[in-house]
């Protein structure tokens, strides 16, 4: 089975400030990983991911992420925040042996950027 | 090209009512996921469905949850009775295939069991 851990369910950054999100999984193969963020009433859009190949990845809005095998983690940062980045952040994994690529959820870390 | 569409956006009904969530997934996405989001917490798998057959329905609480995609196009969600339980955002999501990477989230509906 897999599982996500997200530390810190809350995260106040300044505007222009260094944004880091961390999650770590537990899985028994490497997985695909995934970060998706959802604003206020809206769905989950996807931000990054990464399935293989270069373990730093670059997603959309400035962010990226580094899958560390060793660490068994996917934190997601953002060098300069942004007033448009308060939302909350997903972080999910799938079993690329398994069909149809089911995502496991971590609990969320909800940003909040302070002018 | 248009994106997940779920309607309704927001729904509130009494425990022990019937309810039903519509989803129309993106043109040509052969997968189809329904995932349940309680406050506080991240989605998790209803079941998905390839095509009109539903592949993998182990975490749908069949009691009262049921779900069909006929013509394996839109699909529907039903709660029959819904409990206090129940109340959450509801997600639809697809993808173009099986064992494509990526899943495209609706907006959800945000169901209020009363």
Redesign the interface.
Known sequence: AQS?TQLG?HVSVSEGALVLLRCNYSSSVPP?LFW?VQYP??????LL?Y?TGATLVKGINGFEAEFKKSETSFHLTKPSAHMSDAAEY?C?V?DPLA?????T????TRVLVKP | EAG?VQSP?YKIIEKKQPVAFWCNPISGHN?L?W?RQNL??????LI?Y?NEEA??DSQLPKDRFSAERLKGVDSTLKIQPAELGDSAVY?C?S?PR???????????T?LTVV
């Open positions: 996500v369910s695909y998706y009433n809206q769905g989950l859009q996807l991911k399935t997903f999910a799938s069909a149809g690529n089911k995502l959820f971590g609990g969320g | 997940v956006r997968t996921y995932y506080g917490q991240g989605p998790e798998l998905r390839e592949v993998d997600l999501a993808s099986t064992g494509n990477t990526e899943a495209f989230f609706g907006q959800g945000r």
